[in-house]
């Protein structure tokens, strides 16, 4: 039995493993669908004892976890490569460049890890059914999760959601129900889905170990550094949840005496979906107006959990950045021609953020500098395809292969 308890982002109040399971009682009734989350609880461990139980030389990682081993589904999530990239880095001007590969997770992104927790806490709950609302990687990765677990998953999606990622669900056996209307309607009728008619709700951050599931993946660049901190970690954002599940590893870290600064956390959005950079940077929410970016999986209005994200970064000692989708597509093109890797378009972001003035004037050249892929490319080739042409066909003939594909 793991002991720890839930301490409401907002008020502080703490309450038991059990005594809660999506936000703070107390501070959650003034949240409305539509607006950020309000009372996001997060887990406290029993850091004295980590630190007491814990060996470097033989690292028990579930001493950080919410959740029993007994219960975790047969499912190889996590564990995803962390290598340098020095082709790359050479190339943005940080040669200790070095890249976690999240791409690599079973439904292609970081949020296969959030999915396996909350199926993990499905498990131990009993609760046969796991519900989500989301556009995109959230659904299509709960969906294999659920699918691995012997779970159902029932996820709500808008009308207008990508067919890629529904057929990802669909595939996987997901009840999908498409709602007419935007991502807030499907969001709200989760919850009410989840109220009425039970089953474990898994959206981001409103289920408090969606947030501890992405931390793995900060335990992991920890572990696979020699157990050392990176200078800075580069984290595209959409609803602030990752980013907050990275700075959460650290903390936990921190907290259990086994290192004693935190990595600088930068967040990385694109333009046209801001919100969290402009808090940031003014210190008032506001929605971004229309979204409207390339990067589907960090478009985003209202994110959910802005809060943590401005305390991350700001903690951490990090800043934030806007990109372009236009920085995006170049990025994208330089991350696979430079290191090989075939990020999505939201990943590439990352990268897109070490093309700009300012990461040069805040990002130290000696520093290792850690770039979080959270998102395969195959997820969506449409957005690099217009800057692409595929070459036309020519006779099964060698004279007629172009004489500038010569070997070297
Ligand atoms: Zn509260």
Redesign the pocket.
């Known amino acids: 039995m793991i002991a720890f308890q839930y301490r ?1 982002s ?2 502080g ?1 703490t309450y038991g493993r059990d005594e809660v399971r999506y936000l ?1 009682p ?2 959650g009734r003034s949240y409305a669908p539509g607006m950020p989350l309000v ?1 996001v609880l997060e887990a406290e461990l029993d850091y004295r004892d980590i630190s007491k139980r814990f060996r470097r030389g033989r690292p028990d990682w579930d001493l950080f976890s919410p959740v029993e081993r007994e219960h975790y589904p047969a499912y190889a999530v996590g564990n995803t490569p962390f290598s340098p990239a020095p082709r790359l880095g050479e190339r943005l001007g940080w040669p200790k460049l070095w890249i976690k590969n999240d791409g690599l997770n079973p439904s292609g992104s970081l949020k296969d890890r959030a999915s396996f927790l909350v199926a993990a806490e499905a498990a131990r709950l009993k609760e046969k059914t796991i519900v989500a609302a989301s556009t995109g990687n959230a659904a299509s990765s709960l969906a294999a999760v659920a699918a691995a677990a012997g779970r159902r998953a029932v996820i709500f999606v808008p009308q207008s959601a990508p067919r890629a990622k529904l057929v990802q669900m669909l595939l996987c056996g997901a009840r999908v129900v498409p709602v007419r209307g935007s991502y807030d309607d499907a969001f709200r009728l989760s919850l009410e889905y989840t109220r009425e008619r039970g089953g474990l709700n898994r959206n981001t951050a409103y289920h408090p170990l969606t947030i501890e599931g992405k931390k793995t993946a900060g335990l992991e660049i920890f572990d696979q550094n020699g157990m050392r901190i990176p200078d800075a970690i580069v984290v595209p954002v959409g609803d602030g949840v990752i980013i907050s599940g990275v700075y959460k590893a650290f903390y936990d870290l921190r907290a259990a005496g086994l290192c004693n600064r935190l990595p600088r956390l930068i967040a990385v959005q694109a333009e046209s979906s801001a919100a969290i950079h402009d808090f940031i940077v003014s210190g008032t929410f506001r929605p971004a107006a229309s979204p409207a970016t390339i990067a589907d999986s960090i478009s985003v209005s209202v994110p959910s959990n802005p809060d943590l994200a401005r305390r991350a970064v700001l903690e951490s000692g990090g800043f934030s950045i806007a990109v372009s989708d236009e920085k995006i597509l170049e990025a994208q093109a330089l991350l696979a021609r430079e290191s090989g890797i075939f990020a999505e378009p939201a990943a590439a972001a990352a990268a897109a953020a070490l093309l700009t003035d300012e990461a040069r004037q805040r990002l130290d050249p000696a520093w290792q500098v850690v770039l979080l892929i959270t998102g395969h490319g195959l997820k969506d080739i449409e957005a690099p395809l217009s800057r692409l042409r595929i070459p036309a066909a020519v006779p099964a003939d060698l004279s007629a292969v172009p004489d500038d594909m010569a070997t070297e």
Do not use: V
Request: glycine share 12%; charged share 40%.
């Open positions: 409401c907002r008020c109040k703070c107390d501070c009372g």
